[in-house]
């Protein structure tokens, strides 16, 4: 058992107003510089839809993450193609993917000359100053865009039958959720594995993937290696750029911008202890037990043989108390409601969502509530956005870990229902928490950290210097961080 700590990360999709605040806050802390003014580290999604860059999800196009072929091996790249690629690389998405950056022509909005017409401010391009046609944007399907084009285009789409299709369609200005993205800083992570001139690397002591820029060479194999598009490339100064967890802001104890801006509170940080000896196992799991397996990978840090391996690894005592206090922890392992994005592309992410239960009592006749636990869980069969799509989406094609998570959620509202509204019996809530695998004690835990919890229960992790954990190491080049088995490894620093 090699144990190791990860700063990880849950997203209540529920509790998503879409307000986009997290980005905004991202955008004028990390990229407000020349050559950044495309990259969006954090931004929020409508699902269904296509998503930034477009169709990201879709791997026959950018061909990033892992395949097992035999082993693990990264699609993007390899021995014998990474010189053919240096100048050519197919898989990277181009700009037209992300978005051309914009601003205005003020100064004719401001020095126009006195006439009878309103003087408009004419969109430039960020890069050249040329005029350009506003054509796609960040968020361009936000709320679909009164459009279904940007729904009908999605990839998770592919396990929905025509029927289901139709019914998406029908209503597309009311079937949709919010999806915040931000780099998932895998256990695995592809975009490391690929990086040829070992730029990329993931911290031992709190497992933060970063890229130092020093080293940083512009092959830019990360940006096509990563499934989740969380890469960028600056053309301005020549280096790539991602998503780092704001760690100057968690190495003094406070959350990530996007994190502590929430107007939602959909967010939660938490720390996770897991063996990284069976990171090459569970990402050579068949799709179907890929969820179960990588929940395996996580250990209770209450054991006390966990507790002693990870004290022989260098991992100190406030960290071992971070993730016994882990709201992270309770929603993946304790709990089994929070699932990872995309688990088939194995880079075992460590960025977990809540799905989105949506409203389905609705759809109940006349707005009645059944006495019978059964009518509740088949409501989540007539829930506006199908089981089938969270499956693609968050299960790797497994609707039972999304529905296993659905039910619980019902149970807990109804729970809740019962003991504030009263339109449904203790022993009716009892009944229906006891079938979705709850009991009263949990679904009161669930309620109070998903609605009332507030910034230390969320934010749960131990502050420390990066020269203080160096220090808890006794040897940094023995606790180097287990990442990527593909042709290329990045450095593992500790």
Not at 442 to 469: C, G, H, M, W
Request: one cysteine or more.
């Amino acid at each position: 058992m090699d144990v190791r700590s990860q700063v990880s990360m849950v997203f209540h999709l529920d509790k998503c107003i879409g307000c986009h605040t997290c980005s905004i806050a991202c955008k004028n802390v990390w990229t407000d510089r020349k050559g950044t003014e495309y990259m969006w580290w954090n931004n929020v999604e409508t699902k269904p839809g296509t998503g930034y860059p477009t169709k990201w999800e879709d791997q026959e196009k950018y061909r990033g993450g892992w395949t097992r072929d035999g082993n693990l091996s990264l699609r993007s790249t390899g021995r014998a193609r990474i010189v053919p690629n240096i100048f050519h690389n197919p898989s990277m998405p181009s700009l037209d993917d992300y978005y051309e950056p914009w601003t205005y022509d003020y100064q004719n909005l401001f020095n126009a000359p006195e006439g009878d017409d309103q003087p408009t401010a004419r969109p430039i391009s960020m890069i050249d100053g040329r005029y350009i046609d506003i054509e796609s944007g960040p968020n361009w399907d936000d709320d679909l865009s009164g459009s279904p084009i940007y729904a009908e285009n999605d990839p998770n789409l592919v396990a929905l039958s025509q029927e289901q299709r139709a019914q998406l369609s029908a209503i597309e200005r009311l079937v949709f959720f919010y999806f915040p993205r931000i780099c998932n800083h895998c256990l695995n992570p592809a975009c490391v594995a690929s990086c040829p001139s070992g730029a990329l690397y993931k911290r031992g002591e709190d497992g933060i993937v970063l890229i130092d820029q020093k080293v940083c060479r512009a092959w830019r194999s990360c940006v096509s290696a990563c499934p989740y598009k969380k890469s960028y490339f600056n053309w301005q100064t020549g280096k790539s750029e991602k998503c780092i967890l704001c760690f100057p802001r968690v190495e003094t104890g406070q959350a990530p911008a996007c994190f502590h801006s929430c107007v939602g509170r959909i967010r939660y940080l938490g720390v996770l202890l897991y063996d990284a000896d069976r990171i090459h196992d569970v990402a050579m799991t068949d799709n179907t037990g890929l969820v179960e397996a990588h929940r395996s990978m996580i250990l209770d840090p209450r054991d006390p043989e966990v507790q002693h391996q990870a004290r022989k690894q260098g991992i100190s005592d406030a960290i071992l108390d971070a993730a016994l206090r882990s709201p992270v922890y309770k929603f993946v392992k304790e709990w089994g409601l929070a699932l990872p994005p995309h688990l088939e592309f194995r880079t075992l992410p460590m960025l977990f969502y809540v799905p989105p239960l949506l409203p389905v009592t609705s759809s109940q006749e006349e707005g009645t509530i059944s006495t019978d636990s059964d009518d509740f869980f088949h409501a989540i069969d007539k829930a506006r956005v199908p089981v089938e799509y969270l499956g693609n989406l968050l299960g790797a094609g497994n609707t039972g870990v999304v529905s296993y998570s659905l039910r619980k959620l019902m149970a807990v509202r109804h729970y809740r229902r019962a003991a504030t509204v009263g339109d449904i019996t203790q022993e009716t809530a009892d009944r229906v928490l006891r079938e979705a695998d709850c009991t009263a004690e949990e679904a009161e835990a669930i309620y109070r950290l998903s609605t009332i919890a507030n910034l230390k229960d969320r934010f749960v992790f131990a502050p420390s210097q990066r020269e203080q954990a160096i220090e808890m190491i006794n040897d940094p080049l023995e606790h180097k961080q287990a990442v990527g088995f593909g042709f290329l490894r990045g450095p593992q620093r500790g």
